[in-house]
């Protein structure tokens, strides 16, 4: 009935091509609300910038920025912003829809949006950056708002941009609209406990499956391909845990250490720009023998389609915990269950930062804010009964993690469309 959309040009393995066999894929277990099912696959708004900036030695960059809202059936869009060299419509299309996924995997009262600009960061001072930012969020802030679409940090985002995006907004409303993003410093109206959250809810749906597989986190080898906000913390508490992080890679290289890798040294030295390879206490190795080191759990926690079916076919892992988006490509995830490693998905392994970006904005509008460890005990509650759930829904199907999540997250998002029903 409906025509394939005109501006993407998926593939087998390129994000939106991965979101859409993902779709497919929980089909049969929909029951009516399929016929609802087309609306998973486009999204609701996409917005294209232009973010024309005045670089420090006097010459004007153009910069592409997108922010797009995938489904707003159960509630405003949200999602990150994500600041990449090689951002497409297309990515953030696919990032938009795992976020509606995500959001209503988890049963929060969100939509799924994303945004980000094709810009490497990395390259530009300071001035620049909170230029490009500003211009960035004036331009989307058409679409954007306390109560339509709320953005958050991604990949290379942090506090210090959700600040400066917090304040445009607000200068070109009038007000101090804190609830307009999430990520936020503190004492800006950002919560406890949202730095960390994302890599805790990577550790609490990874402890709870290793007990599951009876896998034992004591002495477990873990792989973690990404040492930012989600890897670093989720190789940490793993660590306390009493698991070894045997190898990490972050975009300067890869390092492995049999042993494990000594994070309280490792990651002063990844945060500095000579990054990971310039830690001592491993040794170097080319980036593919990443996915050759002997390891019990697999972390990609960097960009989508690491994992490959030739990465799939070699790994030794027996779980593999999704920090990040769309890292496991439709084939791949198929060749893993075959070798019965099991995948628990980025759509609720990661959910963690998107649900205390949630208390936030909560606490926000309130006005009041909750101690870190009501922040803690709230998360690990929302992830434990998401998992639980998503658990019975893969055993009474005998479904995949990830087709079983998509099984009850669209249940939710259709069951919305449906109610709401069309307009006009
Ligand atoms: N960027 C994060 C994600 O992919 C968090 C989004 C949010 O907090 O809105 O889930």
Known sequence: MSEKLSFVNPTPTSPWGTYLQQVDRVMPYLGDLAKWAETLKRPKRALIVDVPIEMD???????????????????????????????????????????????????????????????????????????????YTSEI?????????????????????????????????????????????????????????????????????????????????IAVQGFGNV???????????????????????????????????????????????????????????????PCDILIPAALEGQITAARAKKTTAKLVLEGANGPTVPEADDILAERGVLVVPDVICNAGGVTVSYFEWVQDFSSFFWDEDEINVRLDRIMMNALNQIWDTADKHKISLRTATYAVACERILMARQERGLYP
Do not use: C
Not at 70 to 95: I, Q, Y
Not at 98 to 103: A, E, G
Not at 171 to 184: C, F, I, L, Q, W
Not at 268 to 293: I, L, M, Q
């Open 57 to 135: 030695d006097g010459r004007i960059a153009h910069y592409e920025g997108y922010r797009v809202q995938h489904n707003m059936s159960r509630g405003p869009g949200k999602g990150g912003v994500r600041f990449h060299p090689d951002v497409t419509l297309e990515e953030v299309m696919a990032l938009s829809a795992w976020m509606t996924v995500k959001t209503a995997a988890v049963n929060l009262p969100y939509g799924g949006a994303k945004g980000g600009i094709r810009v490497d960061p990395k390259k530009l001072s300071l001035k620049e950056l909170e230029k490009v930012t500003r211009r």
């Open 141 to 221: 802030g058409i679409i954007i708002g306390p109560h339509t679409d709320i953005p958050a940090p991604d990949v290379n985002t942090n506090g210090q941009i959700m600040a400066w995006m917090m304040d445009t907004y607000s200068m070109n409303t009038g007000g101090t609209a804190t609830g307009v993003v999430t990520g936020k410093p503190l004492h800006l109206g950002g919560s406890l406990g949202r730095v960390k959250a994302t890599g805790r809810g990577v550790f609490v749906t990874g402890r709870e499956a290793a007990r599951r597989l009876g896998l034992d986190l004591r002495g477990a080898r």
């Open 231 to 293: 890897g670093s913390v989720a190789a940490e508490l793993f660590v306390e845990a009493g698991a070894k992080i045997v190898a990490v890679q972050d975009h300067t290289g890869t390092i492995v250490n049999e042993k494990g890798l000594d994070l309280a040294e490792l990651i002063p030295v990844s945060r500095t720009p000579a990054g990971a390879v310039s830690f001592k206490g491993g040794d170097v190795v080319p980036n593919e023998a990443f996915w050759d080191v």
